[in-house]
């Protein structure tokens, strides 16, 4: 792969120019980019190279079940860009975006894949999990897409699923541990923390009056925690300790959707409109209702001390 970028495109199947410099190409959905997908990319980039090839990674957007079953489409774990961002770091010469939309969702698994080699001619090799499916109404398996490659050229390596505790590290499994604040088996599963992306927008300015100032973070597309406060730290041109609420104000009378609002330690700055990460959660308290400002505050400065002290503990 050396002398070839890192590319990040978003095609259409259909309109997607040759890329015969790639011969081994993995094929996924990738959310979260957990250890069982970091395996699947291990198995793709020790393959053996050669002076003229590379590897690529083959990803799509939206999630097809939000073409195909919108109401059981999941909660996404990573952003598109996050996604990418992960994939691209493994190392491939190419991630290429295939966008999901109504036709390529009609296409059978022998025209799905009859549309990938023309994209990759000298596609040698396809490594995939063992649960991947393809082609319309997921009729695709492992054993087809063996069966597909003897016909089309290429060689099907199927990946076993990765084992933690006696189950697979797969992405439900990962939703669940956020939904039950077990960030900790997340993290394991995730092989980082898990982060979420935010953009920050004006709010009533409740948090400066009491002293404790809160950035408001609106467009945020991933699975959040159950409502709670939390000690986190968050990345905007650094990182910052800070302390989250992830609720709906009942103090000052009850939101009615929940808002996550981030209050960094030692910053002092303008974060209007910055996009930022919030990541290494850690659950300090149920949200509740004070009976006034100076309860509030006086709770406050607790979940502060409490959000110092974790993060001061060696880790």
């Known amino acids: 792969m050396?002398?070839?970028?890192?590319?990040?495109?978003?095609?259409?199947?259909?309109?997607?120019?040759?890329?015969?410099?790639?011969?081994?190409?993995?094929?996924?959905?990738?959310?979260?980019?957990?250890?069982?997908h970091q395996e699947v990319l291990r198995q793709l980039l020790a393959l053996p190279p050669d002076p003229t090839s590379a590897c690529g990674v083959l990803t799509f957007e939206p999630h097809p079940l939000a073409v195909i079953r919108p109401e059981e489409s999941p909660p996404r774990l990573t952003t598109p860009a996050q996604k990418v961002r992960l994939l691209a770091a493994a190392g491939p010469g190419l991630v290429l975006v295939v966008r999901f939309d109504e036709r390529l969702r009609e296409l059978s698994p022998e025209l799905f894949f009859?549309?990938?080699?023309?994209?990759?001619?000298?596609l040698r090799t396809v490594v995939v999990g063992?649960?991947?499916?393809?082609?319309?109404?997921?009729?695709?398996?492992?054993?087809?897409?063996?069966?597909?490659?003897?016909?089309?050229?290429?060689?099907?390596?199927?990946?076993?699923?990765?084992?933690?505790?006696?189950?697979?590290?797969?992405?439900?499994?990962?939703?669940?541990?956020?939904?039950?604040?077990?960030?900790?088996?997340?993290?394991?599963?995730?092989?980082?923390?898990?982060?979420?992306?935010?953009?920050?927008?004006?709010g009533a300015g409740?948090?400066?009056?009491?002293?404790?100032?809160t950035a408001n973070l609106t467009g945020i597309s991933q699975l959040l925690p159950p409502e709670g406060v939390y000690a986190c730290r968050v990345r905007v041109s650094d990182v910052f300790p800070a302390?989250?609420?992830?609720?709906?104000?009942?103090?000052?009378?009850?939101?009615?959707?929940?808002?996550?609002?981030?209050?960094?330690?030692?910053?002092?700055?303008?974060?209007?409109?910055?996009?930022?990460?919030?990541?290494?959660?850690?659950?300090?308290?149920?949200?509740?209702?004070?009976?006034g400002v100076e309860e509030l505050r006086a709770q406050i400065a607790n979940d502060v001390a409490q959000a110092r002290n974790h993060f001061a503990q060696p880790r």
């Open 243 to 291: 302390v989250a609420n992830y609720g709906r104000r009942p103090t000052f009378g009850r939101d009615s959707l929940p808002l996550l609002e981030v209050h960094l330690l030692d910053f002092t700055g303008d974060l209007s409109g910055a996009e930022i990460e919030v990541s290494h959660w850690h659950f300090l308290r149920e949200e509740r209702r004070f009976a």
């Open 2 to 36: 050396d002398g070839l970028s890192r590319e990040a495109l978003t095609v259409s199947l259909f309109e997607a120019d040759p890329r015969p410099e790639i011969r081994h190409l993995s094929i996924g959905f990738f959310d979260g980019v957990h250890r069982g």
């Open 114 to 122: 009859e549309r990938i080699v023309r994209i990759f001619p000298n």
């Open 206 to 213: 409740i948090g400066r009056q009491i002293g404790s100032p």
């Open 130 to 202: 063992q649960d991947f499916r393809f082609g319309r109404g997921a009729e695709g398996d492992v054993e087809r897409l063996r069966l597909l490659g003897s016909r089309l050229g290429f060689a099907a390596r199927i990946v076993p699923p990765l084992l933690d505790g006696g189950s697979r590290v797969a992405s439900s499994r990962i939703r669940r541990a956020i939904r039950e604040r077990r960030f900790e088996d997340a993290e394991r599963w995730l092989g980082r923390s898990y982060a979420v992306l935010g953009r920050v927008a004006s």
